[in-house]
């Protein structure tokens, strides 16, 4: 679920997607609590154009070569992709390499299907209700044969910007680095399709089509033209094509191995949005937990529509209950890894009770939890549930990044007594639920206070079953066109493909469980072979939605991708390190070696944690030890 008169509700959905977001598969299996749906396969795509037998970059001047791209805009459309190139420009990147030598390129801006007239709800313009899959495509001057395609964030509606450092896990810059890069909107505006009375830039969801290009659509018309426009361009076909995205970024990821697999090589998915309908309805089933919570100590919002009646979920907990929390999961867990360090490396059983008021051992007073906290912390971790106990998403690792700035961001809002609900849950996800992930799409929701409110009253009996449903006009439902359960990954394996996903074991929107039963369900199918040749997941303990928390964040993951699909090199395990920049991390520093700024850890691939095997003192040589990756073991 990124990226004016304008209300404060629409304000804060723009600040939240820049915080991260929030998933298409086809056929095959599926797994949690619904049955499987078996999405449509992804339309088959127009013969291309044989590309000329020079390329336009081969004409006498740079220049000229990029200015009769321009020209392409009919050789480029097929059938169900009207192409029309809208700008082409050389231009240079601000970043530069080692030498002070910065890359230049050729940005192509255009659309694909321009001008279609979608559903128009009453009281939308037509503009409001005007689609089009806008796109950028940027040609290198000096291109290394490889596509780098980036994945977006929240509910996508605007361009990724490919040109200068793109960070997944790792900050690269394909651009500099000669890789023609591609990204485009999902097939919506933010600007043009917003829509103040149908939850602004969710409005969208309204349009079937919309939906349907948002889920995979997009992606797909898009590396279509990109592969003909880069044959055009250079007189070659690319030799390898990468995907890389986090959060929905990383659901697009998941959805291209599944659907597009015979179009990539190499894909990086980090924290993915996998199956995002179902984390949907986690989102909303936290919301209702933490509600009660406030509620029940007489929390509730102090302004707005909702004053004195919507309960205020930054309310819930207090900062002090977050950090007594936190302690006391690392007192339960932290050494089971072999070092006390603040992370917690191997799964942890915790039993949250233990924090009751008056329970054995526990805080005292205010630092204790009261029985409506304790509640709203057993039933969110567990997960979604309908009426007869049904599992609707996965549960939640225990780990130290509960409670970061990062989680509470997602999960309640930085705690406070007063003002309205802040959460992303409420007011990015707010929209999403009832106009993108559910059918049919719910109008009329034109404040923070109704998506607020619509979360409060979502029957987990009556609604949830909504995310599969279909009608006359909307013949394709959330789950199958966000979907990303398919287990056949046979397409992708045949071609080579690899791909990478990374998630931290603390992100509180997207479940790392709900990702790892994904990859466990890989190897019921036999046409998967053995499933660690070609998928690996890496856990990041204590990492929030794609960075943040106590965590080592920053790692290699799409180098390692470049180096399994073009070396035959695969990642037995990522060596990671902290961010100075990252504020949750500042308890380590007395923990670091001379002259160390950062701490250093090995990622191990699921099912596997690290083990440290080496000194646990507090000795100059016992640190060293503790900051050294070769002093861990990848282990069941």
């Not at 097929?78 to 050389?90: E, F, H, M």
């Not at 924290?271 to 919301?287: F, Y």
């Not at 009770?353 to 906290?373: I, K, M």
């Not at 998967?528 to 997941?537: E, Q």
Request: aromatic share 8%; net charge negative; glycine share 12%.
């Amino acid at each position: 679920m990124e990226r004016k008169t304008r209300n404060a509700l629409w304000a804060s959905v723009v600040a939240a997607i820049a915080v991260g977001g929030c998933g298409g598969g086809s056929g095959g299996g599926g797994f949690s609590g619904f049955p499987v749906i078996t999405p449509p396969p992804a339309p088959a795509p127009a013969p291309a154009p044989a590309p000329a037998p020079t390329g336009l970059i081969n004409t006498p001047d740079e220049a000229g070569g990029c200015a009769a791209v321009a020209g392409l805009s009919a050789a480029l459309s097929a059938t169900g992709r009207t192409v029309s190139i809208t700008s082409t420009k050389i231009a240079r990147t601000t970043a530069t390499d080692a030498s002070g030598n910065a890359q230049s390129y050729c940005a192509v801006t255009g659309t694909i299907n321009g001008g279609r007239q979608g559903f128009k709800a009453s009281g939308q313009t037509d503009a409001q209700s005007t689609y089009a899959i806008a796109f950028q495509i940027n040609l290198p001057t000096s291109w290394n044969g490889r596509m780098f395609f980036s994945g977006g964030g929240g509910s996508d509606g605007s361009i990724p910007d490919t040109t200068g450092t793109i960070t997944a896990g790792e900050a690269v810059q394909p651009l500099l680095a000669g890789y023609a890069t591609v990204s485009n909107d999902s097939g919506h505006s933010n600007a043009t399709n917003f829509d103040p009375n149908n939850a602004g830039t969710a409005a969208f969801g309204l349009d079937p089509q919309a939906r349907v290009d948002f889920g995979y659509n997009a992606i797909g018309q898009t590396k279509q033209l990109a592969n003909q426009l880069l044959a055009r361009y250079y007189g070659k076909k690319q030799d390898y094509a990468y995907f890389m995205g986090c959060s929905e970024g990383g659901r697009e990821a998941m959805m291209v191995s599944q659907r597009f697999g015979d179009e990539f090589d190499g894909v990086v998915a980090g924290d993915p949005g996998s199956d995002l309908p179902k984390a949907w309805l986690a989102e909303a089933w936290d919301t209702q937990q933490f509600a009660a919570a406030a509620a029940a100590q007489g929390f509730f919002e102090t302004t707005g529509a909702g004053a004195g009646t919507t309960p205020l979920l930054n309310a819930a907990l207090t900062g002090p209950q977050w950090s007594t929390m936190r302690t006391a999961i690392l007192a339960k867990c932290d050494a089971d890894d072999g070092l006390v360090d603040g992370m917690i490396n191997k799964s942890c059983t915790f039993d949250v009770s233990t924090l009751a008021c008056g329970a054995a051992g526990a805080p005292g007073a205010p630092n204790c939890l009261a029985p409506a906290q304790v509640s709203a912390m057993q039933k969110v971790m567990r997960g979604p549930k309908n009426g007869a106990g049904d599992a609707l998403y996965a549960d939640w690792p225990w780990d130290a990044g509960i409670g970061a700035g990062g989680w509470l961001a997602w999960k309640t809002g930085q705690p406070a007594t007063t003002g309205t609900n802040t959460a992303i849950n409420v007011t990015l996800g707010g929209g999403a639920g009832p106009l993108i992930f559910t059918t049919p799409p719910t109008q009329g929701l034109s404040s923070a206070n109704a998506l607020v409110q619509y979360q409060l009253n979502f029957d987990w009996n009556a609604d949830a079953a909504r995310i599969m449903a279909t009608d006359m006009l909307y013949t394709e439902s959330a789950y199958s066109f966000m979907g990303t359960h398919s287990s056949d990954m046979s397409r992708f394996k045949a071609k080579g493909g690899k791909l990478i996903l990374y998630h931290g074991t603390s992100d509180p929107v997207f479940s790392f469980n709900y990702t790892a039963k994904w990859v466990d369900s890989l190897s019921g199918n036999a046409a998967n072979g053995t499933v660690k040749d070609f998928v690996r997941l890496f856990g990041v303990p204590g990492m929030n939605h794609c960075s943040g928390g106590p965590a080592t964040d920053s790692f290699p993951v799409f180098s390692a991708a470049v180096d399994w699909v073009e070396k035959g090199k695969a990642p037995d395990r990522l060596i990671a390190s902290s961010r100075a920049a990252n504020a949750d991390t500042a308890a380590w520093a007395s923990m670091l070696p001379a002259g160390a700024a950062t701490r250093v850890r090995p990622l191990c691939p699921y099912p596997q944690y690290a083990k440290f095997v080496g000194d646990t003192g507090t000795t100059p040589s016992a640190r060293a030890e503790q900051n050294d990756p070769d002093k861990f073991v990848c282990t069941n």
